[in-house]
């Protein structure tokens, strides 16, 4: 099956279910170091999502990942919701124009994603953000695709550098966004961000019809 608007669809209520399932684990961590809110904001972002998605039958990959985006930027107040309402908008303009995605685009899909991230954070590696689960994410991702692997593949690499990134923010202290101003006392617990993520791209790799 190829990965089409469909598939892409089905993807993103897959996210909008396991963040709803895990929106009060979000929110914990988020309460450890934040405003105990981001399980609550994404959960209310993709549940906007699906009242937008497009038609599948006459859509492209790249519109069900707009809207998704619209929605995001729209309904999430939190610093989260402009960051990957950017990270989306940012794939759909790497998929722009293609009626089905193959390994290497999901990868380019996930650096644009990256990109954007990074554009509107400013967060590098090591800061205690989102960045940290998806700047691995994408380097497994390519070094997936380069090696020959199919979108599967390329997804579950890309899942298992994201946890292992997200598990490696436990011990940093924060540099940026609110837990930033925890100062030392950020350290010692999972970043929310990097966590939520994961998830998303552990549901990605686990989507009925990613074996392009
Ligand atoms: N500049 C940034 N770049 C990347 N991710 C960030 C940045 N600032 C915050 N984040 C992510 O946002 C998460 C918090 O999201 P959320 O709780 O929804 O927003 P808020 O902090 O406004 O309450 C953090 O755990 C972190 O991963
Ligand atoms: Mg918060």
Same mark, same amino acid.
């Given at each position: 099956?190829?990965?089409?608007?469909?598939?892409?669809?089905?993807? =993103?209520?897959?996210?909008?279910?396991?963040?709803?399932?895990?929106? %009060?684990? /979000?929110?914990? /961590?988020?309460?450890?170091?934040?405003?105990?809110? %981001?399980?609550?904001?994404?959960?209310?972002?993709?549940?906007? @999502?699906?009242?937008?998605?497009?038609?599948?039958?006459?859509? /492209?990959?790249?519109?069900?990942?707009?809207? =998704?985006?619209?929605?995001?930027?729209?309904?999430?107040?939190? @610093?989260?919701?402009?960051?990957?309402?950017?990270?989306?908008? +940012?794939?759909?303009?790497?998929?722009?124009?293609?009626?089905?995605?193959?390994?290497?685009?999901?990868?380019?899909?996930?650096?644009?994603?990256?990109?954007?991230?990074?554009?509107?954070?400013?967060?590098?590696?090591?800061?205690?953000?989102?960045?940290?689960?998806?700047?691995?994410?994408?380097?497994?991702? +390519?070094?997936?695709?380069?090696?020959?692997?199919?979108?599967?593949? @390329?997804?579950?690499?890309?899942?298992?550098?994201?946890?292992?990134?997200?598990?490696?923010?436990?011990?940093?202290?924060?540099?940026?966004?609110?837990?930033?101003?925890?100062?030392?006392?950020?350290?010692?617990?999972?970043?929310?961000?990097?966590?939520?993520?994961?998830?998303?791209?552990?549901?990605?790799?686990?989507?009925?019809?990613?074996?392009?």
């Amino acid at each position: 099956m190829p990965i089409d608007a469909a598939v892409v669809t089905a993807a =993103v209520r897959s996210c909008a279910d396991v963040i709803a399932e895990h929106r %009060h684990e /979000l929110t914990k /961590l988020d309460s450890a170091i934040g405003d105990a809110d %981001h399980g609550t904001n994404l959960h209310r972002g993709f549940q906007a @999502a699906l009242v937008r998605l497009p038609d599948p039958g006459d859509a /492209l990959p790249a519109d069900v990942l707009k809207a =998704v985006s619209m929605a995001l930027v729209s309904k999430v107040g939190g @610093a989260s919701g402009p960051l990957y309402g950017t990270a989306f908008l +940012r794939a759909a303009g790497a998929v722009d124009g293609a009626e089905h995605l193959d390994a290497s685009q999901v990868a380019d899909a996930l650096a644009a994603a990256l990109a954007g991230v990074q554009q509107r954070g400013k967060a590098e590696l090591g800061d205690k953000t989102i960045v940290d689960a998806l700047s691995p994410a994408v380097d497994a991702a +390519r070094a997936s695709v380069d090696a020959g692997g199919g979108a599967r593949e @390329a997804l579950r690499a890309a899942a298992d550098a994201a946890a292992e990134g997200a598990e490696a923010t436990i011990p940093l202290v924060a540099r940026k966004g609110r837990a930033s101003y925890l100062g030392e006392r950020s350290a010692g617990h999972k970043d929310p961000g990097a966590t939520s993520t994961t998830l998303l791209i552990q549901t990605l790799a686990e989507q009925e019809g990613c074996e392009a």
